[in-house]
């Protein structure tokens, strides 16, 4: 144990880690029916090498979020990962150019990436950025509409603010 506390581990006990990580995180792929080819048990280990106590959080148009900690710096991630069998080329592009552009942005009103991998030839692909606590906004509002509840108009104009002061950094 170092001063702060830290286990140092060697290069075999280090591998130990990882690939247990990664077998868990296959097991909870598998439960869910995900199928796991030769491109996404990669970026799986890359991302299993970097962050640990991995647990999926949802999914969008090109892949899964997962929620992961870091292994070094002890923070919460959220990362976006393309799953191969949803990799066009349009999708390929996006996320390069989400990696590209949020890695550069700097504003309290959008998240910061941490870390990317983008997909090349036979590789997948993730952005690993800022974990915020919270629900869907998106969600938020469409539950509350289905029930007849309204966002207060003050309260909305707010949050279009802190939307639209992120996005013009974009």
């Given amino acids: 144990l170092n001063k702060k506390g830290y286990i140092f581990l060697n290069k075999e006990e280090k591998k130990y880690v ?43 148009g090109f892949g899964l979020v997962l929620k992961g900690i ?18 066009i080329h349009e999708d390929v592009a996006r996320l390069t150019k989400e990696g590209e552009a949020r890695g550069r942005i700097e504003h309290p009103n959008v998240t910061k990436v941490y870390d990317s991998q983008m997909p090349d030839s036979g590789h997948g692909g993730y952005i690993a950025m800022e974990y915020v606590e919270g629900a869907d906004l998106g969600k938020i509002i469409d539950k509350n509409a289905a029930l007849g509840v309204f966002i207060d108009i003050k309260k909305g104009v707010e949050m279009a603010l802190q939307v639209a002061k992120g996005l013009q950094e974009i």
């Fill in 70 to 87: 870091h292994r070094i710096m002890e923070r919460p991630a959220a990362i976006k990962m393309l799953l191969p069998l949803m990799l």
């Fill in 18 to 60: 990882r690939d247990n990580t990664y077998k868990k995180v296959e097991d909870m792929f598998s439960r869910r029916g995900i199928q796991i080819n030769k491109i996404t048990k990669e970026t799986l280990e890359k991302i299993c090498e970097k962050y640990r106590n991995i647990e999926i959080i949802g999914h969008g």
